[in-house]
């Protein structure tokens, strides 16, 4: 429903694989990387910045826009696509994620979560039912069944509750769905455990969605044992649907889970990094604010092709970001922004050319973490 | 030196009248109003953004290039046309309004003003050679002599003091100046005085200058008081020279200031309004963060043919202001900085159609301060 998925080239010597996402809201090739508007805006940018930086699919927060401005007023505004002025592809999260983020602020029981608003202290609650109703309003090309996100170290015996909670949510939010033209993505849940991991694709799988989240990653534990996760995790999930880890956006961690049979990634890393001044290179990060950029006439990233680098020396966006000036975060998270969709292009041309693990080592070759 | 000014047409009716600059980076049709970029950057807005909006010149504020980045800096990169990435017309003012807006911060001599930086509290002297030294190093088309502001309440004596020291510190900034390249305005203070007002511009015209900004206006007084010194000193200034009246951005002044012969005019206001939601139009200003904008899917102005009135709805550039989102308080500046641009087109036209007094008439006809 909503999305067709199409594998298009995979590679031979790893699970990396590209292919063409159709929504209606135009073809979205991946291995993807979706820049995340967490309020209705990716951070500083305009929605014809992130289409030139080549944007293809971008994320909403549903758990911020039911609170801000309202779910109510998005749908009265035509959805989310029409509210903030977004032609190309757009995904929702369901909250879950921030939800439990908020700790002590949420108490979870079998129907759902009750919670206080970050802004105003007000008590919500949030059920999968509620969670497939707000982002039917939203209006998404792609949402996401409700789940329970375990901690990194979440022992056996929670994070097998967990999984269980998160397959019976799931099923209640398919019961619900019922938009045409949006597809509905379930997420696996399991903790760091490998045999949790594969019976929640399997559970999930059986109830049947349009493609699988992979969540609860990228929650502090070490880089490898979450490479180790994806490892053990795909071969169980269904190839002809996409798979989508998320809040995951490192440069290295983008490659290694590309490798391992990645389709999908969102992250607000590029516009959070970019915001305390530190950019995104192929030699890896490093801070503009500091002081041997004040007379640095070079750009940010030789050859790159973004507005910033075309336009403006780092010596000057140092200047912006020392004087608070809002050109300075716009710069470097357009650079950002960039540079992580342009890795995207160069890992899937280099997957259409069969010449993957030669651009990974490339990458590694170069890149310092 | 440095650039020529034509007069184009005059008003039969009023003193308006329009005219072409010629500058290094450009010609720029007058009555002209430049955006300010204190910090090498207008508030929130690109180079391009900029261009976009349709301004041909924009001012730079020395106090604050010169205590950050340092002038030095931005003469390593080539002047600040090239540290900022801007091609088109330059003007520098001379630090003079900035360092007297310290108050307790600074000691006026004969030979210069002692000021502690708002940076970091330290000791700083600009005297009028200093001033020009450090435009020369900058590289503006345009720089202003070092000047001194009295406050809207100051009494004769202290008015004509000030005069009297303006006038000695202008010639020392013609004695000073010898970049070819760029041109020097004087600037005409004496209060709210008249004859000091006639005899400032008389003092500097002997001097002679390429253009005269007229200082000390819109520091707190009524309009009606600031229509008057401008109706009365405008005959007393060379009509061969550019007429600049500093910090007035205001569209009702605007209005009348060019009806009383002003070619060109500098404000914050329009980025600064627009940075607490406030948006102008011609019916006035409204304050888009307020309630009943929540579920208002208009643009801004109906029939403004900027970025945020082309992409946007009232009630989605509220949330994004209410959020403290950038990209609402970018949308803002960019419709009041093209708003004010579009004005002063829209006057040209009048003024070259011959149609200035029906065009004001109207203007007032809908327009509420």
Redesign the interface.
């Known amino acids: 429903m909503g999305i067709t998925f199409t594998v298009h080239k995979e590679c031979s010597e790893s699970r990396a694989r590209t292919g063409v996402l159709e929504t209606p809201h135009g073809r979205i090739a991946t291995p993807v990387f979706m820049p995340v508007g967490t ?3 990716v ?6 910045e992130l289409l030139d930086a080549g944007a293809e699919i971008i994320l909403g927060n549903t758990y ?1 826009l039911y609170l ?2 309202g779910s109510d ?1 998005v749908e ?2 035509g959805g989310l696509h029409r ?3 977004w032609p190309a592809g757009l995904l929702t999260d369901s909250g879950g994620f921030q939800v439990f983020s908020l700790g002590k602020l949420r108490t979870i029981s079998d129907e759902g979560v009750e919670f206080s608003s970050h802004l105003d202290g007000s008590k919500h609650f949030l059920s999968p039912e509620k969670a497939v109703d707000i982002q039917m309003a939203l209006g998404a090309d792609i949402i996401m069944a409700f789940d329970e996100c375990p901690p990194a170290d979440a022992d056996y015996v929670y994070a097998k509750r967990s999984q269980e909670l998160t397959t019976r949510w799931a099923r209640r939010c398919r019961d619900r769905h019922h938009r045409e033209d949006q597809a509905l993505f379930g997420i696996i849940q399991g903790g760091m455990y490998h045999d949790l991991r594969r019976r929640s694709a399997e559970d999930l799988q059986e109830i049947g969605f349009s493609g699988y989240g992979i969540g609860g990653l990228s929650v502090g534990e070490p880089k490898p044992v979450m490479y180790d996760v994806l490892y053990e995790l795909i071969p169980h999930v269904d190839p002809s649907k996409p798979r989508y880890l998320m809040g995951v956006g490192s440069p290295d961690c983008l490659v290694e889970a590309v490798f391992r049979g990645v389709d999908m990634f969102d992250c607000v890393l590029p516009t959070r990094i970019a915001r305390h001044g530190t950019v995104l290179t192929r030699r890896g990060s490093f801070t503009i604010r500091d002081q041997p950029y ?2 640095d ?1 070079q750009p940010i990233e030789d050859g790159c092709t973004c ?1 910033a680098c075309q ?3 780092r ?2 966006i ?3 970001l ?2 608070k ?3 300075g ?2 710069l470097t998270s357009i650079h950002n922004v960039h540079f992580l969709l342009q890795l995207m292009t160069d890992m899937r041309q280099a997957i259409d050319a069969g010449s993957f693990l030669a651009f990974r080592r490339e990458f590694f070759g170069t890149y310092a973490g």
Chains 1, 2 share one sequence.
Request: hydrophobic residues 40%; positive net charge; charged residues 20%.
């Open positions: 309020q209705a805006t951070k500083t940018l305009t929605t014809h911020h801000r401005p007023v009265d505004a509210f903030m002025g004040a007379r006439f507005y336009n403006h020396s010596a000057y140092r200047h912006l020392k004087a000036e809002v050109l975060i716009r």
